[in-house]
């Protein structure tokens, strides 16, 4: 099975196992609706399960089976939040997941390879690709006036943008 990384523990919350998660997904208490989460910590995967989420304030905690202590969540601290790729839910036709992005060949409609997408953020107005090629470009998501087409199967975007900018 492949993993998807959803978000990351940022830490501590309280002194009975609860901890901070930075979130990826949108809205960010979304990670913690997903029970069984593969925690990556220092290069080594465990599976835990969650007992209990929630958003509070603009971040999220959570608490995970097991983790009853304030040191025992100090353990987790930068540990890598991912999920089987299986438990995300299908999206509508015409959205993507990020992580289903990165990685994608950028060309212009008239066949210039710009690079390829290394990641994306959020900016408010619209989701940016950040594109790796010969130098670094940053391309607003938006269909269809930026991105024409997404070809998944071969591992292509396709956008009306000029090169030279």
Known sequence: ??????????????????????????????????????LQCHGEWQTARVEQGRRHGKGVVVKLAGIEDRDQAAALIGCDIAIERDQLPPLPRGEYYWTDLEGLRVVTLEGTELGRVSH??????????????????????????????????????????????
């Open 1 to 38: 099975m492949s993993r998807v990384v959803l978000g990351r523990v940022s830490g501590l919350f309280g002194v009975q196992g609860w901890v901070k998660v930075y979130s990826h997904t949108e809205p960010r208490e979304n990670i913690a609706t997903y029970r069984n989460w593969h």
């Open 120 to 165: 994306l953020f959020a900016t408010g107005a619209n989701d940016v690709m950040v594109v790796q090629g010969e130098r670094e470009r940053m391309l607003p998501f938006v269909q269809p006036d930026v991105v024409r087409r997404v070809d998944l199967e071969q591992g292509l975007i396709e956008v009306d943008w000029d090169p030279e900018f």
